[in-house]
């Protein structure tokens, strides 16, 4: 695997510190032990995620100062379709102020109690947005996403046959959306070939059922396809991401990650009636159609930024970044996910902590450790973020997988900086039976692990 340089030089520079072991204590402590409850002046590196904290560039900033803030028509709105038209072609989109409020439009326009909606694997707003109206998320990614140290090249593919199976037995009437997330944020950043997409595709298409790409990392996406699937080599990442987006009916899109921009989203789809229905929810919600609740210099903003986050130079450093660390962690005896997937590194927690049992949350108290060790950030990805209390038995069931993740933020960070996360996993490597677990003391219903107070074991 090579590694190559960046294809971009810095013009801008933020000071980042790291501040002392003594009072990076503290800080846990008034965070009540969640990395959300810290301020960024007390983190050296964060890599709590990805969206909305890379950087911008100065085609990007120079473009902001062309931003129209007309209410109605503005010309930014103009130069944005032009963009979202050449890549991802459906018949109609509308702005939004990020991804979670285009699946909140699309959620209260298709779903009701009692509906279901299959997917690879949904992410945390989507699942939570399925299941405020009623309705249930379910995930059928297959069996290979959860062996941490096969080598496959398409690990966040659907499991067709299930998702057939699922189908016939629930009833297409009962799913009102069918949806895959690429790339499979849940399951490692995981790329789903093409040859899946089609196959997804075909299958919801044969029910009726309306098939919406959560498309944030697409370009991540259609770069793992243009490097691994047969047939795609010779074409450029921006032809992939048009043919995977002609399978579908319509996206939700964070353009936090893949378009490059701080803030910003869309919610896109082929059909007429159900679009002039989005588009009064939009006006109701969000702001009218133009501008969809972000002002023109972010139209302005992301109309470059999903232009530059499909340039092969800069997917193949993007790319060779996450293998960066995901090399490293692995050489370093920490049990990683591999293959690295597109825009972060996945530690398995609960193999890495196996002493601690699941409700005291490996993965919290891994993410907490981190912290504490080298002033780096991760999130949590396992029973805090994914698991939930059965509305029917009352009991608490946790998520297949229990990760931390390591989230790079786009054009940030140097190999340098990679170095210092890598050393400081790797020193906790060297004393995790010393490592106590979590309990929750206090936590909302919905999307927890945003703001759940903890307290060690
Ligand atoms: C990510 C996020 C956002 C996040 C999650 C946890 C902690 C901090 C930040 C957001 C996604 C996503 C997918 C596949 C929809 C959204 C919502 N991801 N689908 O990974 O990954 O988009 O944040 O713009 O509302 O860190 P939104």
């Avoid at 085609?59 to 100062?65: D, I, L, T």
């Avoid at 702005?95 to 299959?118: D, F, M």
């Avoid at 498309?215 to 991401?241: H, T, V």
């Avoid at 450093?317 to 996450?322: E, S, V, W």
Wanted: with cysteine; charged share 20%.
């Amino acid at each position: 695997m090579a590694y190559p340089p960046e294809p971009f030089r810095i013009k801008t520079v933020e000071p980042i510190q790291q501040i002392g072991r003594a009072e990076r204590e503290a800080a846990l402590r008034a965070a009540h032990f969640n990395l959300f409850g810290l301020r960024s002046d007390q983190i050296f590196i964060d890599l709590l995620t990805d969206s909305g904290t890379g950087a911008m560039s100065d085609r990007q900033w120079s473009a902001m100062m062309l931003g129209d803030e007309t209410y109605a028509g503005a010309t930014s709105f103009y130069r944005l379709k032009e963009t979202i038209d050449q890549i991802f072609g459906f018949a109609h989109f509308v702005p939004t102020h990020q991804g979670r409020a285009a699946e909140h439009i699309l959620a209260s326009l298709l779903l009701g109690p009692g509906n279901k909606v299959p997917s690879n694997s949904h992410f945390d707003t989507t699942e939570a947005n399925i299941r405020a109206r009623g309705s249930q998320p379910l995930n059928f990614v297959i069996p290979e996403a959860l062996d941490f140290e096969l080598d496959h090249p398409f690990k966040g593919n659907m499991d067709l046959p299930k998702l057939e199976a699922f189908i016939e037995q629930t009833g297409a009437e009962n799913i009102p959306l069918g949806m895959i997330t690429i790339t499979n944020n849940a399951g490692g950043g995981q790329p789903v070939s093409m040859e899946n997409l089609r196959g997804c595709s075909a299958i919801y298409r044969k029910h009726g059922i309306p098939f919406f790409i959560d498309a944030c990392r697409y370009a991540e996406n259609a770069y793992f396809i243009q490097q691994r699937e047969p047939g795609y080599q010779d074409r450029s990442p921006l032809e992939i991401a048009k043919e995977m987006f002609a399978l579908a009916d319509g996206a939700t899109m964070s353009s936090k990650k893949d378009g490059l921009v701080n803030i910003g989203g869309f919610l896109a789809m082929n059909d007429d009636e159900l679009f002039a229905r989005a588009r009064n929810e939009l006006i109701l919600r969000e702001g009218f159609p133009t501008y969809g609740g972000l002002a023109g210099r972010d139209l302005e903003a992301m109309a470059i930024g999903l232009r530059e986050g499909l340039e092969p130079a800069y997917l193949e450093y993007r790319l060779g970044q996450t293998a960066y660390l995901v090399d490293g962690l692995v050489a370093a005896g920490i049990p990683a996910l591999q293959p690295a997937g597109g825009h972060a590194a996945y530690v398995d927690a609960g193999r890495m902590l196996p002493h601690l049992p699941r409700l005291q949350f490996p993965g919290q108290s891994l993410s907490v450790e981190l912290y504490r060790e080298g002033g780096v950030r991760s999130v949590e990805l396992g029973s805090v973020a994914f698991g939930y209390t059965d509305p029917e038995t009352g009991k608490e069931v946790h998520p297949e997988l229990e990760l931390v993740r390591m989230a790079i933020p786009r054009r940030m960070y140097t190999q340098a900086h990679l170095d210092h996360v890598i050393a400081s996993m790797s020193a906790i490597g060297q004393r995790v039976d010393q490592i106590p677990g979590y309990r929750i003391v206090k936590a909302p219903e919905l999307l927890r692990h945003f703001t759940a107070e903890f307290e060690p074991v």
